[in-house]
């Protein structure tokens, strides 16, 4: 069965830095014909798109939200996908989720319901 694995979450000061990490693993799962997503949903809100990489391009795709602060990568060689988040602020905390679709779709990688696998997710917590 295939299982994504965030890491990296945890406490930082408004203005630094976390490394999110999603490690894919199990079944027949091949990160290099997978769109590879991070969303996040903040305490009362509703999940919402931060950043995608594109499976043969890897062209990369964020929310206006992050775009400039955060930064998405991918390692196909060892299944593993990043969220890089710098100059953090207040409204970043939430939860974190790593996300993996089919890499034939090729649109809209905003859209949660495209994306057939999840990880728990990793809580971010910014402080002032």
């Known amino acids: 069965q295939v299982q994504l694995r965030e890491s990296g979450g945890g406490v930082v000061q408004a203005g630094g830095s976390l490394r999110l990490s999603c490690t894919a693993s199990?079944?027949?799962?091949?990160?290099?014909?997978?769109?590879m997503g991070w969303f996040r949903r903040a305490p009362g809100k509703e999940r919402e798109f931060v950043a995608a990489?594109?499976?043969?391009?890897?062209?990369?795709y964020y929310a206006n939200s992050i775009k400039d602060r955060f930064t998405i990568s991918r390692d196909n060689a060892e299944n593993m996908v990043y969220l890089q988040m710098n100059n953090l602020k207040l409204e970043d905390t939430a939860v974190y989720y790593c996300?993996?679709?089919?890499?034939?779709?090729?649109?809209?990688?905003?859209?949660?319901?495209?994306?057939?696998?999840w990880g728990q997710g990793t809580q971010v917590t910014v402080s002032s």
């Open positions: 996300a993996a679709r089919p890499g034939v779709l090729g649109v809209d990688y905003s859209r949660g319901g495209y994306y057939d696998y």
């Open positions: 990489v594109a499976w043969r391009t890897s062209d990369t």
């Open positions: 199990g079944g027949a799962f091949n990160m290099e014909t997978r769109d």
